[in-house]
């Protein structure tokens, strides 16, 4: 379809499935923010000083991603969530339970972004393309460095 005429039925219609999901992704970098906080902090024995340090790193990585996904919403016209994904943060001091939760979270994350890539490919906005396209390798990346983790 003709970008300029996707455009145009964007400004008629509307971004809402692209605002909806763009806003599960940001609801998911707040909710990763929170758990990582906490694993960071809660993270004991032996592994701490490693995992201490990446669950920061993650973060650090979802406050960006998060930034970057608040800036597309409001690009395209939207009013981004402020609370973060329901689903529950398990509290645990185990370190095995704490990487298996992170792998869960990266792998909806990455799914999520998957399926927001073809929504902003339609609108034909090239710029939010690559940002979005950025934080999903970052996200794949992270589902790769947990499992070899987890291994």
Do not use: C
């Not at 971004?15 to 998911?28: E, G, H």
């Not at 990446?54 to 930034?67: L, P």
């Not at 800036?71 to 298996?100: C, F, N, Q, W």
């Not at 902003?120 to 979005?132: H, N, Q």
């Amino acid at each position: 379809m003709n970008p300029i005429y996707l455009r145009l039925l964007v400004d008629i219609m509307g971004d809402q499935p692209v605002i909806t999901a763009l806003n599960k992704a940001l609801a998911w970098e707040l909710r990763a923010i929170a758990m990582y906080a906490h694993y960071s902090a809660y993270v004991s024995g032996i592994h701490r000083p490693h995992l201490s340090a990446y669950f920061s790193n993650e973060v650090n990585e979802s406050i960006t991603h998060a930034s970057t996904v608040r800036s597309a919403i409001v690009k395209l016209d939207g009013e981004a969530i402020t609370e973060r994904a329901p689903e529950e943060i398990i509290h645990t001091h185990d370190y095995s339970i704490m990487l298996e939760e992170a792998y869960k979270t990266e792998k909806i994350a990455s799914g999520t972004y998957q399926s927001i890539l073809p929504m902003i490919e339609e609108l034909g906005d090239d710029e939010l393309y690559d940002s979005l396209e950025v934080i999903y390798f970052d996200e794949m990346r992270s589902v790769e460095e947990l499992r070899m983790m987890l291994k």
